[in-house]
């Protein structure tokens, strides 16, 4: 890689700790909160309109996910933005189920008019469908698309002046002109509901303490994966998997990182 490498970035986030605000999946919110603290900085999960902008002020990234939006939901999460468009710090967005419904796409490009977002976050499925090609999520879950990931993200990233983030077997990040692929990762994330909102939360949390977006959003997702490919080991099934993740983050080895990481310009 050039420029910084992830543990770099890995050591950084434990050094300064950054405040990360979430507006996020009420499924997942606990999940996300722990992902953050483990890696070492500070989760804070504030949502009522009348405080997250106040509460953006003292953030040093801002991660909106709409999992499980309401119509009030995505209005807080404007507000938040906005605020953290003034500070400028990194709004992080997940896409989380869109395409799935007429709602969920409404409220996303709602979203991207009303604020600037910096870092897009999805599957494969829900980018497609944001950057206009004809898709149907199901649910929450990917479903095919025909044309190469790397090509979609990079369109969404030259529309919207953004950086794009597809997860998947292998994760796809772009801002239209640097680009990584990161496979990393382990079989047993795709069975524990919550680590797709949980490498969001990854994301916002590196980009608090990295200017250059896509070289943060590469960097946390493959702190992020090796440590799942180090707590698969020895796990049972994904409860036990799920459990030991949140250990493996936690005691995530610098010099472990630098040999396993696997990402690579695309």
């Known amino acids: 890689m050039s420029h910084a490498e992830p543990q770099e970035l890995l050591e950084r986030v434990r050094a ?31 949502h009522a309109e009348e405080e997250v902008a106040d509460m953006a002020q003292i953030a040093s990234a801002l991660v909106l996910n709409i999992g499980t939006l309401t119509v009030d939901f995505v209005e807080a999460m404007k507000t938040a933005a906005r605020s953290a468009n003034k500070k400028g710090i990194p709004v992080v967005l997940d896409v989380c189920g869109a395409g799935a419904t007429r709602l969920r796409d409404e409220k996303v490009f709602e979203l991207l008019s009303a604020a600037r977002i910096d870092i897009i976050k999805g599957n494969a499925s829900e980018i497609a469908r944001v950057a206009g090609e004809s898709v149907v999520t199901k649910g929450v879950d990917s479903t095919e698309i025909e044309k190469s990931h790397l090509e979609v993200a990079k369109k969404l990233a030259n529309e919207r002046s953004c950086t794009v983030v597809i997860t ?99």
Not at 22 to 43: E, M, Q, R
Not at 195 to 222: H, N, P, Q, R, Y
């Open 16 to 46: 300064q700790s950054p405040v990360v605000h979430h507006l996020t999946n009420w499924v997942t919110i606990y999940d996300c909160a722990n992902i953050v603290k483990v890696f070492g900085a500070s989760p804070v999960m504030a």
């Open 168 to 266: 998947g077997k292998e994760d796809v990040v772009t801002d239209g002109t640097a680009s990584y692929m990161v496979k990393n990762g382990h079989p047993l994330m795709a069975a524990v509901v919550g680590t797709g909102c949980m490498a969001a939360s990854v994301i916002g949390t590196f980009a608090a303490v990295e200017k250059d977006l896509a070289l943060a959003a590469a960097c946390g997702l493959a702190c992020y994966e090796v440590a799942a490919e180090q707590a698969a080991q020895g796990a049972s099934g994904p409860a036990t998997f799920k459990e030991r993740m949140f250990d493996a983050v936690y005691t995530l080895d610098g010099d472990a990182v630098a040999k396993m990481h696997k990402v690579v310009p695309a």
